[in-house]
């Protein structure tokens, strides 16, 4: 009798042993990601799924916000004592990340062969004084959309070339009554917007910054805002531009209503599915014009990474899920929302087909992608200059005063 309780006894003992050391075998990360653009939400969720068939001992927590509380939402946490193990973060943040000890340092786990594999100018989106911070994951810039149909109706056999014939073929499709309006941008006071006014500083050949001052205010800067202010006031642009972000575009472009359109990557394969957009096979993309005389195209760089946070107690596991949400194989299932990182993808029919005018055109705005500014203080400087060009826009200040109001609000 007391041999037989002695051996109950036990085998409770191993099995509560079993159980505590599975539990501790089991690693929760918590994970923060974006919900707009790019990756759909259910999209994110199908590949973490697929991450934690192949690893059963981590679960993976989501959390999606839109895009403009990513960076606050990723900096309080780090205060809170909880936080995430694994953020999305743009490419404008890594020299804040960096300067602040939001991110770690991953320069020893970047691999020869995912140094070699990854196009050179996705790596742009993770590093900082010579040191990676991540993988990059979502590659992108901006992109010139029309609608092929509305561009026949008006007798233009070709796309704009420069943006002065963007504005161009925008007058004759509005004289022939073919749209009120019909550019549709994404200029509300947000990050949105900056994105739009760099996509011009670098057809107008400007820069930003000039040994870490604002230049911003002079040549290219002025000129691409003057830009945006004319086609606002011409009454070419969709008024409601203003307030738009990249979804409000996509909605607008989709539903007919707008024959041109300057937006991400993700747009192409929605506003041709015939489920959701009235356009659908009549759907074109080019790169984003350039300017007679000092650019043939134009671009932003838009592309996001994936790190892992200074606060996370589970930075190997991070790491593990990070490579795999970033791998050639996810990413070439997923080709359909964002462009592969990895170079020999665009060799791939299986991700190339159905898509081959966009690829085309990836290759030359990808190639041409330039940089917001690269500064700690980013946060400062795009406030700054969203306020600025709303002002322009609305008629309150000219452009001139209006950066220079903001090259002194910078913090630079």
């Avoid at 004319?230 to 008024?239: E, F, M, Q, R, V």
């Avoid at 990895?342 to 190639?367: C, F, I, M, R």
Wanted: charged share 20%; net charge negative; aromatic share 10%.
């Amino acid at each position: 009798m007391l041999k037989s309780r002695k051996t109950t006894l036990l085998a409770a003992a191993l099995a509560s042993v079993a159980f505590a050391s599975h539990a501790m075998a089991e690693t929760k990360i918590n994970a923060l990601f974006m919900a707009q653009a790019a990756y759909s939400e259910a999209d994110v969720r199908a590949m973490t799924e697929a991450f934690t068939k192949a690893n059963p001992d981590i679960t993976v927590n989501l959390e999606f916000v839109p895009y403009e509380g990513l960076h606050d939402k990723t900096v309080l946490a780090q205060g809170s004592g909880g936080g995430y193990d694994v953020v999305l973060f743009d490419v404008i943040w890594p020299a804040e990340y960096a300067a602040n000890k939001v991110l770690v340092d991953v320069s020893d786990k970047i691999t020869d062969d995912m140094k070699k594999g990854v196009l050179p100018g996705a790596w742009t989106t993770v590093q900082y004084d010579g040191k990676y911070y991540g993988m990059p994951w979502i590659l992108d810039t901006k992109y010139l959309f029309y609608n092929k149909e509305i561009l026949q109706k008006a007798g233009i056999a070709n796309p704009p070339k420069t943006w002065a014939e963007l504005t161009e073929q925008a007058r004759i499709i509005q004289e022939k009554g073919l749209l009120k309006t019909p550019i549709a941008w994404s200029w509300a006071q947000a990050e949105a917007v900056i994105c739009d006014y760099t996509t011009l500083v670098s057809a107008y050949g400007g820069d930003f910054l000039k040994d870490g001052k604002p230049v911003f205010q002079t040549d290219g800067g002025l000129d691409a805002l003057k830009y945006m202010v004319d086609s606002y006031k011409s009454g070419l642009t969709n008024p409601n531009s203003k307030e738009f972000l990249e979804e409000d575009v996509r909605k607008v472009f989709q539903n007919g209503d707008a024959a041109f359109a300057l937006n991400w990557t993700y747009m192409y394969n929605m506003a041709n599915d015939p489920k959701e957009s009235k356009v659908a096979g009549k759907v074109g993309v080019v790169p984003a014009p350039g300017v007679e005389g000092k650019s043939e195209v134009s671009a932003v760089n838009g592309s996001m990474g994936l790190g892992i946070t200074t606060v996370s107690k589970h930075p190997e596991e991070s790491w593990k899920y990070i490579t795999f949400m970033t791998s050639q194989a996810t990413q070439n299932a997923y080709a359909k929302l964002s462009l592969p990182i990895w170079s020999s993808s665009y060799e791939d029919p299986a991700v190339t087909a159905g898509q081959e005018e966009l690829v085309a055109t990836a290759k030359k705005g990808l190639a041409a992608m330039y940089a917001r500014p690269t500064t700690p203080k980013y946060q400062e400087l795009s406030t700054a200059l969203q306020q600025a060009i709303q002002e322009a826009l609305l008629g309150q200040s000219t452009p001139e005063d209006a950066l220079t109001s903001a090259a002194e609000n910078s913090g630079l």
